[in-house]
């Protein structure tokens, strides 16, 4: 990380171990489950695909990706994003990081493709990518027309590509469908993809078919607890890659033959079938 003094290398650790508090500067509803919580403080060492520890106080602490350089975007699953979105503006949260690798960014031709909450990460990648003015295609799925995100801020940047499970929007079924010799007519630089495991490992098989896997990175999720690379509740078979610390960024062939897309573990460390 080159660090130059004593006194900023302690400043990085207390970031990364005590909560700063952070306060919500703007709540934006994305849909009826999907909220964005822009920050009035700036992060220090933001970058795509890098997530924050968002303590929400008294229920708990859980990853979050930026998906702006000021923001996150979060969808209600369960107990503490359920009271994140109880929260209003000015009211603070405590956030720890921003932690992780990050994407690597390269390349002139991009191809994204993103599903469900996802999508979130991406969009703070292809911000970055339409800055440098570089030709960007975007793949994004969701359930349906009402549940698929930032289709108006990617079509600002990207050629995009839509599909939902029920057809009310673009293709019918998964964004997998959309991987056809018309996507294919440009050679891509780099492949960047975020969204459910089953999605992953399809792709990871697909680009590992057309042997493209070294052009491609896939964004990981396990549950992460201390986000230091110490406890293990992220680490994923059989090379115990840390998905706190190694991650979340992978490039496909670090991940081929992992459990990804195959098994996952919960709270307690107990494997579950994806
Ligand atoms: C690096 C990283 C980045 C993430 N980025 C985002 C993001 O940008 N936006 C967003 O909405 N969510 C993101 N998540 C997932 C988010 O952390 C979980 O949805 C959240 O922890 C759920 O907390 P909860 O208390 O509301 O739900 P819980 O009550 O803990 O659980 C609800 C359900 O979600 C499952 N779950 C909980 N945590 C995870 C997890 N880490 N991975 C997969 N399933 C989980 C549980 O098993 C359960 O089925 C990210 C996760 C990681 C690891
Ligand atoms: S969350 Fe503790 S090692 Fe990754």
């Known amino acids: ?18 909560p700063k508090d952070v306060v919500i500067k703007r709540i934006k509803r994305e849909n009826k489950d999907v909220r964005t919580f822009f ?3 700036a992060l220090l060492d933001v ?16 990853p979050i990706s930026l998906s702006h350089k000021d923001a996150i975007t979060v969808e209600r699953v369960g107990k503490t994003t359920e009271s994140l979105f109880k929260l209003k503006e000015g009211d603070s949260i ?5 932690f992780g690798n990050g994407f690597d960014i390269k390349g002139e031709n991009i191809l994204l493709i993103g599903g469900g909450i996802g999508i979130a990460p991406l969009l703070y990648l292809a911000e970055v990518f339409g800055e440098k003015k570089k030709d960007i295609t975007t793949l994004i799925g969701s359930r349906s027309r009402e549940t698929l995100l930032f289709l108006k801020e990617f ?3 990207s050629k995009v590509f839509v599909s939902t499970d029920d057809g009310s929007l673009g293709k019918k079924g998964s964004v997998l469908n959309m991987l056809d010799a018309e996507i294919f007519k ?4 780099m492949i960047y993809a975020c969204g459910p ?16 896997l070294e052009k491609t990175q896939f964004s990981l999720s396990r549950i992460i607890k201390c986000g230091l690379g110490i406890c293990g509740s992220c680490c ?7 998905v706190c610390r190694d991650g979340p960024i992978f490039y496909g062939g670090e991940i081929l033959n992992s459990e990804v897309g195959r098994y996952e573990r919960d709270h307690t460390g107990r494997r579950r079938k994806v």
């Open 94 to 98: 405590g956030i720890r990081g921003p």
């Open 39 to 41: 920050f009035e403080d």
């Open 197 to 212: 495991e089953k999605m992953l490992r399809s792709l990871l098989e697909f680009f590992n078919e057309k042997d493209l």
């Open 236 to 242: 994923i078979d059989p090379k115990g890659l840390r």
């Open 155 to 157: 079509e600002k940047i």
């Open 47 to 62: 970058r795509p695909g890098r997530y924050v520890m968002v303590w929400v106080r008294g229920i708990d602490e859980i």
């Open 186 to 189: 440009q050679e891509y630089d």
């Open 1 to 18: 990380m080159g660090w130059h003094t004593e006194k900023e290398k302690e400043k990085e650790k207390d970031r990364e171990i005590l």
